[in-house]
């Protein structure tokens, strides 16, 4: 009886006890769909509702376990904005420790926002915790370390700042650590070393960096996801059995460490867009579990054969970007149905435009060979923030007195450019240019009003020319392009001249020439390769023209090319710029200084002409005598620019000429000959992420290191800038010639004022 009524009593007190709790917990659920301003997901909770046992829904799971609720998953709609102001985190997660037997706890894309209150520690029988997808803010609290059951922690695509918290070897049963995009700072530490349960570890999408430890202890990880961070510089250490590894878009170089290739159960690789450097194991290819593949965007090396073998579940390969030679293995182009297999971008044999040459890789690669290390790095960004202090200084003042020069300077330009064309459209309305310039009395005049350095512009004579080369001797003979064979002449003078020789496929009499004629007299200009005159030979038996001469001032020091990348003496970054300044007015003279203007000039490095004071000129103006001699000859008519956009102004055609001038700064920055549109590119995108404020190293890598050496930085920034602009996809974005050539000259006067009192002689002085 006493032991029958002990049993009552106890039953007596358990049994309102337990539905108590039970009606409380429903109570804060109620609270919980309350505060979160009733979501029509919760919809169907109401006072009546058996939370335990209610209708399945895919928002929401709750489960019971002996009248407590032990799981509460709640999912919100995709990408929920942020709950309202009156939003109270602190009294929802006090509502949440009402449920004290929680073992998952998942409240994701509800809009939760706050800074995760400490109580959470509450929860202690938490086993997983799943947040992600909220607007949670500030440290994750070093509380939760209090949850000694917890296995499983996802704060994913908050917004969590500070370091990767330490404390988490304190819960050793911690399988998974997901906080991913958020943004956490500083290093990881050597704690995770400890986690001995941890087999997923995503950390993408921070800012953390710095070395990573050791975790080769770490024998049960599998995931190791550490992409968009700044890890490195060297290659993780880790345990055989990881399955997946992500490194992508870190700050790794080094090479690859040779036990790579014995990480059997590796299915998924992605070392992307780090700083690899040195040889590419073939065998990962054909690693036992490899599905992915991607080492794009580093400088791995080596040479791939035909012969080689993959794996056979091999689902996706990038190996662009780098500097593999060699052929594309055939197991890779086995038309296996699904597999995605990039390469562009190397030096592989294959006959597509997608490859570099041979000789780039093997440049490259010795170039990676050789830069600089740490040391000098650090000593660079020391004398950096120096530099940078004293030339905001500096550049401020200049600033404001080059803003003054530079509009009184472009006021004249303007002037002196509006008058000689006035004058020439004068020459068109008398329909008859050639006669006059065969005066000589017409011609000393103009040569009195072109103040340029060159003999003014004149017919010549045939027998002149002959007599200048030698009859056109083969030692005389400078090479043949496009429009026709280029010879070097001495005039009687003793001036030399540069003789292009174009032999005309249709007969016309030497009328037909004088629009052509009339506007090759008119391409005068410094930074021109400029006319000094014309001849025509003609048929005997009927009188029409053979052939066109065109005679230009014979510029001796090499092309802009040479001078950057050749084999010589280098120009330094002020000279550099001085000659991207006068190739930028070249081109404005083009555009704007002649009527009808130039357009599509075929701008490039090697077009680009340095006199014996390294003036710049333009050689290659895109003369219509010229491509429609071109046209009669090809069928379809193509112009020089081949596959670029069309000529003329209507259609951009002046930002075709700015592309181009792009390409040309990019050369001048890099000191590396561009022969590649696909270079561009993939240089235009580095040169644009070494802009940001973490692109410095990158930015060291990029630009020619005798210029890095020599520039002042912001100097040096401006350029790339204006560089960037200029190879802008769309034709509207790019800059106009005016603006980049106030940038120039700001980036100048910068880089002048910074060389300042040191009065060292380099270079030739900036023209303004
Ligand atoms: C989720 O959002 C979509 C549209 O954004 C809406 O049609 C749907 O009803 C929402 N579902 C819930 C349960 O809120
Ligand atoms: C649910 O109960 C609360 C108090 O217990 C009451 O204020 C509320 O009106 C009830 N709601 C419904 C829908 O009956
Ligand atoms: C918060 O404000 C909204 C209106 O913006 C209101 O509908 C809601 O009842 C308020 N919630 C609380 C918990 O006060
Ligand atoms: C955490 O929640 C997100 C969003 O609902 C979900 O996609 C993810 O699978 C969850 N993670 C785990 C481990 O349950
Ligand atoms: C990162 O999280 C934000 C919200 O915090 C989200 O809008 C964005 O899409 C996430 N990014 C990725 C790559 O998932
Ligand atoms: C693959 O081909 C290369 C040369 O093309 C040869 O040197 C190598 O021995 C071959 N390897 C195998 C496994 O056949």
Not at 70 to 98: A, D, E, K
Not at 141 to 165: A, C, R, V, Y
Not at 176 to 199: E, F, I
Request: aromatic residues 8%; positive net charge; contains cysteine.
């Amino acid at each position: 009886m006493p032991s029958c009524l002990l049993f009552f009593s106890i039953f007596l007190l358990l049994f309102p006890f337990s539905t108590q709790l039970q009606s409380s917990q429903a109570w804060s659920l109620l609270r919980i769909q309350r505060l979160l301003n009733y979501p029509p997901f919760l919809s169907n909770w109401n006072n009546y509702t058996d939370i335990c046992y209610a209708e399945p829904n895919p928002y929401v799971t709750v489960v019971c376990y002996e009248e407590s609720i032990t799981q509460l998953q709640i999912t919100g709609n995709g990408t929920s904005p942020p709950l309202p102001r009156n939003f109270s985190i602190n009294s929802f997660f006090t509502t949440l420790t009402r449920l004290p037997n929680l073992k998952v706890l998942s409240l994701t894309s509800l809009g939760l926002w706050g800074s995760m209150p400490t109580k959470i520690s509450r929860l202690s029988s938490l086993e997983i915790l799943n947040m992600s997808s909220n607007f949670l803010y500030g440290i994750i609290p070093p509380e939760i370390s209090d949850l000694k059951s917890l296995q499983t922690l996802i704060l994913d695509h908050n917004m969590f700042t500070g370091s990767f918290p330490e404390w988490v070897s304190s819960l050793s049963l911690l399988a998974v650590v997901s906080l991913k995009n958020n943004t956490l700072d500083g290093p990881l530490p050597d704690s995770v070393k400890s986690l001995d349960s941890l087999r997923v570890l995503d950390l993408s999408l921070n800012s953390l960096s710095g070395p990573l430890p050791d975790l080769k202890g770490l024998t049960n990880l599998q995931v190791l996801n550490l992409e968009g961070n700044y890890f490195g510089p060297d290659f993780p250490s880790l345990g055989k059995k990881v399955v997946t590894l992500i490194l992508r878009k870190n700050r790794f170089t080094g090479g690859l460490p040779s036990d790579l290739t014995s990480y059997y159960m590796l299915e998924r690789l992605d070392i992307s867009y780090n700083r690899f450097v040195g040889p590419f194991m073939p065998s990962l290819l054909s690693l036992p579990s490899m599905r992915y593949l991607d080492i794009a965007g580093n400088r791995l090396t080596g040479m791939l054969f035909q012969n080689m073998s993959c794996n056979y579940g091999l689902a996706y390969v990038d190996l662009s970007s780098n500097l593999l030679t060699g052929s594309l293995p055939a197991c890779l182009t086995s038309n296996l149905k699904n597999r995605v297999v990039l390469y562009s971008a190397n030096c592989l044999a294959l006959r597509d435009k997608s490859q570099h040459p041979n000789s780039f890789c093997l440049n490259q690669a010795f170039a990676v060979g050789i830069l600089p290390h740490k040391q000098k790095k650090e000593s660079v960004h020391k004398t950096t923030v120096a530099i940078s202090v004293v030339a905001a200084v500096a550049g401020a003042i200049l600033l404001v007195g080059l803003l003054m020069v530079f509009f009184l300077r472009r006021a004249n330009t303007r002037k002196a450019m509006k008058r000689p064309p006035r004058r020439l459209i004068v020459h068109a309305s008398n329909g008859y240019p050639s006669k006059l310039l065969a005066d000589a009395r017409y011609i000393s005049q103009t040569m009195k009003l072109g103040a340029l350095g060159v003999p003014s512009y004149r017919s010549f004579s045939l027998e002149e020319l002959e007599a200048a080369t030698n009859n056109f001797e083969s030692s005389s003979y400078m090479g043949e392009g496009l429009h026709g064979q280029m010879y070097r002449g001495r005039l009687n003078d003793g001036s030399l001249v540069a003789i292009r020789c174009l032999k005309l496929k249709r007969s016309h009499s030497s009328q037909n020439f004088n629009r052509h004629i009339e506007l090759i007299s008119k391409l005068r200009y410094r930074h021109l390769v400029s006319a000094l005159g014309h001849c025509f030979e003609y048929y005997l038996d009927d009188s029409t023209v053979s052939r066109l001469f065109l005679v230009f001032e014979y510029v001796s020091n090499g092309t802009l090319r040479s001078n950057i990348s050749g084999g010589g003496q280098k120009l330094t970054w002020t000279q550099r710029i001085s000659a991207a300044i006068g190739v930028a007015r070249g081109i404005q003279f083009l555009h704007a200084g002649i009527i009808p203007g130039l357009f599509s000039n075929d701008i490039k490095a090697t077009n680009i002409l340095l006199d014996q004071n390294l003036v710049a000129k333009i050689s290659s103006y895109n003369l219509p005598v010229l491509t429609e001699n071109m046209k009669s000859e090809v069928v379809g008519g193509i112009s020089s620019n081949g596959s670029k956009e069309h000529i003329g102004r209507a259609i951009g055609g002046d930002k075709v000429d700015i592309y181009d001038f792009g390409v040309v700064l990019l050369e001048i920055i890099t000191g590396r000959p561009i022969t590649l549109h696909i270079d561009v590119e993939a240089m235009k995108d580095q040169l644009q992420a070494s802009m940001t404020a973490d692109g410095a190293a990158r930015k060291m890598n990029m630009v020619d290191s005798l210029v890095y050496k020599g520039c002042c930085k912001e100097s040096l920034q401006t350029v790339i800038e204006v560089c960037s602009r200029c190879l802008s996809k769309e034709p509207t974005d790019r800059p106009s010639v005016e603006d980049v050539l106030w940038n120039l000259q700001f980036a100048a006067q910068v880089q002048d004022a910074w060389r300042g009192d040191s009065h060292s002689s380099e270079g030739s002085p900036i023209i303004l």
